[in-house]
């Protein structure tokens, strides 16, 4: 980050920039001018297409949501980069979080899937089903068994229970209906803030339309939501009775997903949740 690489970009007068946290993908950092603050998020050696989705989700969840407008991108030397306005932090209300999350989910399409895969680290399957089962079990669950078991970080056991939990959850949805809705798709805590004006805000987007339990069950898994979201959220767009249910089969994703990341660690969070099946 010298200055002939900030020199190419489209923000002029640059005072300072600063590193800040950008989750575990990118480079992320402050840029300030005389003016405003900019937040610069830079993925070396990527074509400048690597943000597109993220651009896409943004967009998508403004609709009903705060979210940071996107100024700017591109690639600079064979890396790609993301500008976005910077919204500052504050504390605000959860149940007006969990208020902001359900009228993002009140925003609902025909069909679950996406227009277009997302190739990262775990890879997303996005092809168009009317099925949120088949969606489900076939894109996500199974596309991440195989690259665990491809890491060395799957058994027979583990598939076992999968293929148990797998046909569950495909027989469930053949005869109960669920809404494509707007989802985050990655809708921790880290994900969410308040600005000083205490107004919510969602960041960080890998949006899909997808049964919206997927997005909540998220919210569960690494803590941080209070009652106060979850009655926001029910006052707002009511949860389908049988949700507590059906929560471990949407938790399982994501430490599926973590498995894959960062390894055996969370092995044993993935077979407490198999085991019931």
């Known amino acids: ?21 950008g989750g575990d993908i990118n480079q992320a950092y402050r840029l300030e001018t005389a003016a405003k603050t900019y937040f610069l998020l830079v993925q070396p050696n990527r074509e400048q297409t690597f943000y597109q989705h993220e651009i896409e989700g943004l967009k998508l969840l403004s ?8 100024i700017a991108s591109g690639q600079i030397n064979g890396d790609a980069y993301l500008i976005l306005s910077w ?10 979080l969990g208020k902001l999350v359900a009228n993002v989910h009140q925003i609902h399409n025909d069909r679950f899937g996406f227009e277009h895969d997302v190739d990262g680290k775990l890879p997303k399957i996005n ?4 099925n949120w089962g088949a969606f489900y079990v076939h894109q996500r669950l199974e596309v991440l068994a195989k690259q665990a078991s491809e890491h060395g970080l799957w058994n027979q056991k583990r598939q076992d229970h999968l293929q148990r939990l797998c046909q569950i959850i495909l027989n469930y949805y053949q005869t ?3 809404v494509p809705s707007l989802l985050h798709g990655d809708l921790w805590f880290g994900n969410v803030m308040f ?3 205490g107004k919510p805000a969602l960041i960080d987007p890998d949006v899909l339309y997808g049964d919206r339990e997927f997005d909540l069950a998220m919210t569960t898994v690494f803590g941080g939501f209070d009652d106060q979201f979850y009655q926001g959220y029910n006052d707002t767009y009511p949860i389908q009775p049988g949700f507590q249910e059906r929560l471990p089969w949407y938790q399982l994703y994501y430490l ?18 198999l085991s019931n099946y």
Do not use: C
């Open 195 to 197: 600005t000083t004006d």
């Open 256 to 273: 599926m997903a973590h498995l894959n990341l960062f390894g055996e660690s969370y092995g044993g969070s993935v077979d407490r949740i």
């Open 127 to 130: 092809t168009w089903q009317t």
């Open 63 to 70: 609709q009903a949501a705060l979210v940071p407008e996107v």
């Open 1 to 21: 980050m010298n200055n002939e690489w900030l020199k190419q970009l489209p923000i002029k007068a640059i005072t300072a920039i600063t590193p800040v946290s």
């Open 176 to 178: 109960h209906e669920t």
């Open 87 to 96: 919204l500052e932090a504050g504390n605000g209300s959860q149940y007006d």
